[in-house]
């Protein structure tokens, strides 16, 4: 019985030290910070006359321009890590789903701007929407 007990101490000092060890790596690295991050773009083609954004409560500008294409615009900065990050930005039909986040112990800060033609209706998540430019 003594043996036991003594493995199960262990068991809990060493999972003990390894979220001490994970929670001081996420402090002392510093924090994600979308600011700090190199844009990147995708433009896609799209005919139709209403675009329904979807983003995944993602911070996102939806911003009328003098363009024929929906053009998208990501900063996605990742800071500490130990797990993953998952990015989508695909266009099916008339939804443009956007979305970026972390999975396991990681930080992340993530923005995205999207440019639409100015004649083009644009929806927030099935719901309609001001553009802000």
Request: aromatic share 6%; charged share 30%.
């Amino acid at each position: 019985m003594f043996t036991r007990a003594k493995k199960n101490t262990r068991g809990r000092t060493a999972a003990a030290l390894i979220a001490l060890t994970a929670g001081l790596l996420l402090t002392t690295t510093g924090c994600a910070d979308a600011k700090k991050a190199d844009p990147q773009e995708k433009a896609f083609p799209f005919s139709g006359k209403k675009l329904n954004v979807r983003t995944n409560d993602n911070p996102t500008d939806l911003v009328p321009a003098d363009i024929e294409d929906v053009r998208v615009t990501l900063w996605f900065h990742e800071g500490a890590s130990l797990g993953g990050s998952d990015i989508t930005w695909e266009l099916k039909g008339d939804t443009l789903d956007l979305d970026a986040s972390c999975s396991g112990l990681a930080d992340c800060d993530t923005k995205f701007r999207v440019e639409v033609p100015r004649d083009l209706t644009v929806l927030r998540n099935g719901k309609a929407t001001d553009l802000k430019g």
